[in-house]
């Protein structure tokens, strides 16, 4: 079992409606969340941070935790041509004293106009 | 507030050479992690400097090291080049004292190519 899992899609979606991707983790002991956008040839972008159950909402991005189903997930509105990139989610285990993000393969998002 | 600065940004180097590349973190930030990303692996990670010291190395070769200084630089090296470590390798500025802080901001990367 791979430690952070997404479906590497592509999702497709037609510009204004809302992408939703999915990541789950196997470490309970993840402690922080991370959400990515990586243009293709370019380096990572951090959209979203998330530590605790439930939402956090910033501008069209909102990202969900649910730690007991070890469950994370970034919800698009108003999706744009723009957003078309690959999103990488990233788990952090702190509690061991040092800094590592595990990534997933990332989701391929494809926004149509 | 300046972000983290990579150099170079392009190289190419040759089978058994060797490469060292440098990473600046963003002011105030005092880990340093380095990634590398490649098409069939994705993004692994490689260590994580703290205050000059390297807290944790991931499954990489020896050949594979690094080092942080004073004012945070870092620095990563690889020895005897090989085909497969043509890579984009990232550098990653953070100041994780808490996980409310743990964010994480990435470089603009080295992108080597071996051959």
């Known amino acids: 079992q791979k430690e952070v899992e997404q479906n590497s899609g592509p999702l497709s979606v037609p510009e204004g409606a809302i992408a939703s991707l999915n990541c789950t983790y196997s470490?309970?002991?993840?402690?922080?969340f991370f959400w990515y956008r990586q243009y293709s040839g370019k380096s990572p972008e951090l959209i979203m941070f998330i530590y605790s159950n439930g939402d956090k909402e910033d501008g069209r991005f909102t990202a969900q935790l649910n730690k007991a189903s070890q469950y994370v997930s970034l919800l698009i509105r108003d999706s744009q041509p723009s957003d078309s990139a690959t999103y990488l989610c990233a788990v952090n285990r702190m509690n061991t004293g040092f800094q590592k993000l595990v990534f997933g393969t990332g989701t391929r998002l494809l926004v149509s106009p | 507030k300046a972000g983290v600065t990579q150099t170079p940004r392009y190289l190419i180097k040759t089978r058994g050479q060797q490469v060292t590349l440098s990473c600046s973190p963003i002011s105030g930030h005092r880990s340093v992690s380095w990634y590398q990303q490649t098409p069939g692996q994705g993004l692994q990670f490689l260590f994580e400097y703290f205050s000059e010291t390297q807290r944790n190395k991931g499954n990489f070769p020896g050949r594979f090291s690094g080092r942080q200084f004073s004012n945070s630089r870092s620095e990563m090296n690889v020895s005897t080049l090989e085909l497969g470590d043509s890579a984009l390798y990232l550098c990653a500025s953070s100041f994780p004292w808490t996980v409310d802080e743990s964010e994480a901001f990435f470089g603009q990367g080295t992108r080597l190519t071996v051959v």
């Open positions: 470490d309970r002991g993840s402690q922080s």
